[in-house]
């Protein structure tokens, strides 16, 4: 299954876009760790649920959680509308 709408939103303090994102990361981690960010990323643009092998519950929309791992210590949590998915 191929989601047909992707939107992305950030809850930290200094990013809510995916450009504020992406310039806090640069400044923030080293740069093997934002590929390893930013290849997951895209991965999870192709197929959210292929990449993603832990389910967290439900978000407070009731959307299934997910957290793939990015290395030991960084995951990434997302959650999908399996309206639009």
């Known amino acids: 299954m191929v989601c047909r709408e992707w939107k992305l939103r950030f809850q ?3 990013a809510k876009s995916y ?3 992406i310039e ?4 923030e981690f080293n740069d ?3 590929t ?3 290849e997951k990323l895209e991965l999870l643009q192709e197929n959210h649920f292929k990449y993603s092998r832990e389910k967290l519950g439900k978000d407070i ?3 299934t959680m997910f957290s793939p791992e990015v290395t ?4 990434i949590l997302y959650s ?3 309206k639009i998915a």
């Open 12 to 14: 930290l303090k200094k």
């Open 19 to 21: 450009e504020e994102f």
């Open 24 to 27: 806090f990361a640069t400044d």
């Open 32 to 34: 093997k760790l934002l």
């Open 36 to 38: 390893l960010i930013l």
């Open 61 to 63: 929309y009731g959307n």
């Open 72 to 75: 030991g210590d960084m995951r």
């Open 80 to 82: 999908v509308d399996s």
